[in-house]
């Protein structure tokens, strides 16, 4: 099993350069736009949405941990919107070690139990098209499409 731990200043930081190097990748590969738009994008959203950080309101980052072996395993980050009772999942990520091995089913149950305990009455998030382990992994808990954005390269 897993629970969800607090993270340092520190660790903040180096989840912070990770998460926005691999947003801006998916920028990138995603829009067609080169490097430098994609990281310009990712770092604006990143600070609109986490103006002050690990301490910014309704906004939860952790650490998902085995409560096991006691390893940091992964991060989950959420936000609970009030307006619309709705707690919005903004990032699950597990390290490449710990891929496949039940930790996202874990963290996501932890989520919605945790997303009741808040008052929400639905999980949302957003997923590029290409991370087809996580659509399936989405699928399998009872998640739907609710919008779908095509395009067609020309």
Not at 123 to 133: A, K, M
């Amino acid at each position: 099993m897993v629970r969800f731990t607090n993270m340092t200043e520190k660790q903040f930081h180096e989840y912070r350069a990770r998460s926005l190097a691999e947003y801006a990748e998916n920028i990138r590969k995603n829009y067609d736009v080169s490097e430098e738009v994609a990281t310009e994008q990712a770092t604006d959203q990143f600070d609109e949405l986490l103006k002050n950080g690990l301490h910014t309101e309704n906004h939860s980052i952790y650490h998902v941990t085995d409560e096991e072996t006691e390893e940091n395993v992964g991060i989950i980050w959420y936000s609970l919107r009030q307006e619309t009772e709705e707690v919005f999942l903004y990032e699950i990520w597990m390290d490449p070690e710990f891929r496949g091995k039940g930790y996202g089913t874990q963290s996501m149950k932890e989520l919605h139990r945790r997303a009741k305990e808040l008052g929400a009455k639905k999980v949302g998030l957003h997923v590029f098209g290409q991370n087809t382990g996580a659509i399936t992994l989405y699928k399998r808990l009872g998640y739907v499409e609710n919008s779908i954005v095509m395009q067609y390269q020309l």
